[in-house]
């Protein structure tokens, strides 16, 4: 038997990237996915390749930042599919830019789809897991929310905000055997990535002049799929004892002492 059948997981902004790799790999692991993401056609394509391989998927169309669309729709999805037990907070988009750059609408549009939208899902889904004394909740964050990143400060703060919401929802949550935990990846190769700076050609540049600096120890980005193993490790029974933590699988970049 696959370790999460039975299990209903929504992933946010599954429509591409490491959405989608979370998506896939779950659904391998016998979880019916509901697939959020703003692109109905970026979400389409998500479903027909984890029913292509046997799961099953349904969708849900809207701004994670839109929290009213966003909880009916959950609500909606609920009540056909079952309650969800596995929540992945992973919407998410970056737009670089100096601080005298960031105006209140983009420092509100990041935050709202980062933290807004990550707080309101789980409080969405929270009742049915207390019911059930069972749920899984897994933040995706950055390293940016680590370290923080120049010319990067909104993300770096709804990153970092993130972590603060992780920490203290694992304890409020510990007593119904509800775990909140997050996940801080380093660089992964994803559209997200390449659409940094001004341009895709700019976006490649960086890339590779950070590898030729050495930044990343291990010498090269993640692929998404490295991102989503750990996701499946979170989801999953093996880790019941874990909660309120940060794994930040970044290659070597960020290392830090306890």
């Known amino acids: 038997m696959k370790e999460l059948e039975g299990k209903v997981a929504l992933i946010t902004g599954a429509g591409r990237g490491m959405g989608r790799s979370h998506a896939k790999i779950l659904a391998e692991q016998g979880a019916e996915i509901i697939v959020q993401d703003i692109d109905a056609t970026l979400a389409s394509e998500t479903i027909e390749e984890i029913r292509a ?29 079952g309650q969800i037990d596995i929540l992945v907070n992973n919407a998410g988009i970056d ?10 609408r983009a420092f509100d549009l990041m935050i709202g789809v980062h933290l807004k939208g990550s707080f309101f899902a789980a409080k969405a889904v929270i009742p049915g897991m207390k ?9 995706i964050s950055s390293t940016g929310g680590l370290t923080g990143i120049p010319n990067d400060t909104h993300y770096s703060s709804a990153k970092a ?3 603060g919401f992780t920490k203290a929802l694992a304890k409020e949550l510990a007593p ?8 801080a ?9 390449l659409s940094k700076c001004d341009t895709r050609q700019a976006a490649l540049d960086r890339i590779e002049k950070r590898l030729k600096d050495g930044v990343i120890p291990l010498g090269r980005y993640a692929e ?12 999953s029974p093996q880790s019941g004892f874990m909660t309120g933590q940060v794994i930040s699988p970044n290659g070597g970049e960020v290392i830090v002492g306890i």
């Open 95 to 104: 737009r670089m830019a100096q601080i005298e750059d960031i105006d209140e």
């Open 185 to 193: 990846p380093g660089a992964v190769m994803t559209e997200m990535v």
């Open 131 to 139: 019911q059930r004394k069972w749920g899984r909740i897994i933040n």
């Open 224 to 235: 998404p799929e490295e991102i989503s193993y750990v996701v499946k490790f979170l989801a």
């Open 161 to 163: 905000g993130l972590l």
């Open 53 to 81: 391989g046997g799961g099953k998927a349904v969708e849900i169309i809207c701004d994670v930042a839109d929290i009213s669309t966003l909880t009916q729709k959950i609500d909606e999805t609920e009540l056909t599919v």
């Open 176 to 183: 119904f055997n509800i775990t909140v935990n997050a996940i």
